[in-house]
């Protein structure tokens, strides 16, 4: 029985020996590149400009509201700047310790956001307000905090605009909480997710400080807060959830996956694909391992073309399947890998 292991990266030619996957930069989408750089310099922009106006509404009104929004919009800001920071560090060319590259630091950065938004923006929005409730005061010049707040709801509705028009590629026609659940590209999703509690914790502190105004009482202030808070929280704990699972390291999507088996089984030489694998390096950089069953008749010359032009026939398909590890076997229905299906 020939045995071979192909172990070939995109930027490796021949076949037969062992190269250091992913030796130059994680290859990158340029369209979804671009469009989730534009997002955050546009979020980053938004939340400069709203942070210091929801502080000076503070210094003004005493809104226990308006600190919230103002320690969100913050947070917010230094989410889009460690964002920034994780897309400039994926970029770095593999080396001998990470001969898989980078790509992971995105995730691991976007990870960092989450505790972030949880740590500056919910828990100090929920200790502001129960501090309020137990000493409730209604806020000062109130129309000055709503002014303050209706201009943050213009620019933060910006930058949310961006980050939708920006993720139509991405999405490629899922819905938003598919998006969200599915998508490999941590900075798009962490934006519109972002951008779509701050309109939301808008609202809430327009409505806390509102009813405030109103009836007199500054609970009413306090809730918005507390509000803000749980809303915080909620997100932080959509976005750890999801970019822990891409930081263990998460399969393609069914639908890569079905390409990259047309795309295999598609070569006359295949007999049968017996299992297959694969795992995210990175948004843009895809780990496949693979066993194959070729045609018995083939040499050994013949076994290292047919996985050269089966390597290529899965790149023109998915081009982010830069590392294949290809092995020719025998099908043998009896055994079984440990994750299931059957295994030569």
Known sequence: MIRILAIRDRTSTGFGGVFIAGSGPARTIPGVEDGSRRAIVAAFLSNVAIAVAKLVGFLVTGAASMLA????SFADTTNQGLLLLGGA????PADDQHPFGHGRERYFWAFVVALVIFSLGSLSALYEGVQKLRSPHPPESVPVAVAILLVAIVFESFSLRTAVHESREARAGLSWPQFIRRSKHPELPVVVLEDSGALVGLVLALAGIGLAAITGRGEFDALGSIAIGVLLGGIAAILVVEMKSLLIGESASPAVVARIRAAMEGD?????????RTEHLGPEQLLVGAKLELDRALDFDGVAAAINRIEDAVRASVPEAQVMYLEPDVHRPAAAPPGGGPEG
């Open 268 to 276: 006359e030489s295949v007999r049968r694909l017996i299992h297959m």
């Open 89 to 92: 560090r994926a970029r770095r």
């Open 69 to 72: 929004e103002a320690v969100h």
